[in-house]
């Protein structure tokens, strides 16, 4: 059967409709199009760093986007995140949401989710937006650094300035330094350098002869003295004499101390002796008090014995 | 020859009967009446060893009612001379075992008169406590008379002069039954209190004659 030409050319047409119709839905469907999306109100006290399609992101894949921002009528910023239903489960009640500004890349919303047995965020609340700003911390951090460059900058800034003052102190000491070694080449004796006086280098020769007179003075005191100590008469062999005489004391007094020890040795004995002669007391005592109530017994003049108050 | 062995048998008999006293309370009884005649006569070198012993025989019965006995005793003879005593020994024992009669007696001693139970005290003393309650010297001065026992006639005075105005009688009755006995330390006790008692009233006379034979008394 001989198809007509217009037949084909209505079948071409509505086939590459229906492609393109296919193509679309199948798109739009990927992109979820479809999709049933859910919006959540977030607030921040500032809207710095906040733009509208920001990604929210969750364990690092994108779950949805901030939808809009808004300014409410206490100044708290309200943003407005789109969330799609198949990533509507990361979203919990007692979730956190941070704006996460890295140093190098673009902002974003993270979501930490710890307990995901915990109900779904409940549309109608607005939990808060909490900061973290690497950018603001590392600036922070550097800033101290900085500071102290500029000071290291300024001590050297003022060191050059003074070595390069020619009426400055490091100048003038060169200076000095100069006339002192034209001085030293100048003198005769190393005093003199020193002093830089001849008057005074002599008064010092006169000094050190006058130092020789009383040594040899010193060394006569001290012969004196060696002969009035060790001398046969001197002083040294009489105390000599006297230490001798102390020991030979000394020893005899061991002989007292022997005799005293001797003594309290003995009297500890006899002290043994005292404790059986009080038993033995004790004995005669009992024994007497044993007669006495044997007598007692036999005479009948026993008393009556009954406590009583006098 | 008949009537000899009748009162030897019966002298065997009590022999037998009186022998079962135990050797704590014998000892305990000695050394406490031992105490009592060693203070009383001032032997205050020997005294307290003689409580110490009569204290440990006791104690040995584990009668803590003796033993608050043996204490009152003790302060009755310090009462008796005048002397001042510490009753916490008795208040120890009186909290662990209480007994009416010595504790009447101890408030007898310590001069507490509206305190004493008068039907727990010893009879001896009942009259006495009737005067000290109505501060009635005569009364007071012929109950004392009328205690049969030294010591206890003195105790009487003692509390009498310690804590109630002194009375010359009173005193008088003491030195007598202090002389009569022998008993040194009351008896010097009571006469030093005489003769504060002429001082106070001012009899010089007597009071210098009361001093003299004190210290003739002491040579």
């Not at chain 1, 037949?7 to 590459?16: E, N, Y």
């Not at chain 1, 469907?29 to 959540?40: A, I, L, Q, R, Y």
Request: hydrophobic letters at 40%; aromatic letters at 8%; a neutral charge.
């Amino acid at each position: 059967m001989p198809v007509s030409r217009d037949f084909k050319v209505g079948l071409f047409i509505v086939c590459t409709a229906a492609i393109l119709f296919l193509s679309l839905a199948y798109l739009a469907v990927g992109k979820g199009f479809f999709e049933n999306v859910h919006t959540f109100t977030l607030s921040s006290k500032s809207g710095d760093g906040f733009t509208e399609g920001m990604p929210v992101v969750f364990s690092g894949f994108n779950i949805g986007k901030v939808h809009a921002l808004e300014l409410n009528e206490k100044g708290v910023v309200l943003i407005k995140i789109k969330i799609p239903q198949r990533h509507i489960q990361w979203i919990k009640s007692d979730s956190e949401f941070i704006l996460y500004r890295p140093l190098i890349g673009s902002a974003r919303i993270v979501v930490n989710s710890e307990n995901l047995a915990s109900p779904t965020l409940d549309e109608n609340m607005i939990p808060e937006v909490m900061l973290i700003n690497d950018i603001n911390d590392a600036i922070a951090r550097i800033e101290p650094v900085l500071e102290r460059i500029i000071q290291i900058a300024e001590n050297v800034e003022q060191l050059t300035r003074v070595l390069s003052d020619p009426k400055g102190d490091f100048n003038r000491t060169l200076a000095n330094a100069e006339k002192i070694t034209a001085n030293l080449a100048g003198k005769k004796s190393l005093l003199e350098m020193a002093v830089s006086d001849e008057a005074s280098v002599k008064s010092v020769h006169e000094a050190l002869k006058k130092m020789q007179d009383i040594t040899v003075r010193l060394d006569d005191l001290l012969k004196k003295t060696d002969e009035q100590l060790y001398h046969q008469e001197g002083t040294l062999p009489q105390v000599n004499a006297i230490l001798k005489d102390l020991l030979g004391k000394l020893q005899r007094l061991d002989k007292t101390i022997d005799n005293i020890n001797q003594i309290s040795t003995d009297t500890s004995e006899g002290m043994k002796d005292f404790r059986f002669l009080r038993s033995d007391i004790d004995d005669v005592v009992n024994a007497i008090d044993g007669v006495v109530k044997k007598i007692d017994g036999i005479v009948g003049s026993k008393k009556d014995l009954e406590f009583k108050v006098p | 020859m008949k009537k000899i062995i009748t009162i030897f048998s019966v002298m065997f008999l009590f022999a037998c009967g009186s022998n079962s006293v135990p050797d704590w309370k014998d000892r305990g009884f000695t050394q406490l009446e031992n105490y009592k005649t060693h203070f009383l006569s001032g032997k205050e070198d020997t005294v307290e060893p003689h409580f110490i012993k009569a204290r440990r025989e006791i104690a040995s019965s584990n009668d803590l009612n003796l033993l608050a006995v043996a204490y009152l005793t003790k302060y009755a003879l310090h009462t008796a001379s005048l002397e001042h005593f510490d009753a916490a020994d008795f208040a120890r024992l009186q909290r662990l075992e209480p007994n009416p009669s010595n504790m009447a007696y101890c408030h007898f001693l310590k001069g507490n008169f509206r305190a004493t139970d008068a039907t727990a005290l010893p009879a001896r003393y009942m009259g006495v406590l009737k005067a000290a309650l109505d501060r009635d010297a005569t009364l007071a001065a012929r109950e004392i008379a009328a205690i049969d026992d030294p010591l206890s006639r003195l105790i009487a005075c003692g509390v009498w002069t310690r804590y109630l105005p002194e009375d010359v009688r009173i005193l008088q009755i003491a030195i007598s039954t202090a002389s009569e006995q022998g008993w040194r330390r009351p008896l010097w006790a009571y006469l030093a209190k005489l003769q504060s008692y002429h001082n106070e009233r001012g009899e010089q006379a007597k009071a210098t004659m009361v001093k003299e034979r004190l210290e003739l008394l002491k040579k």
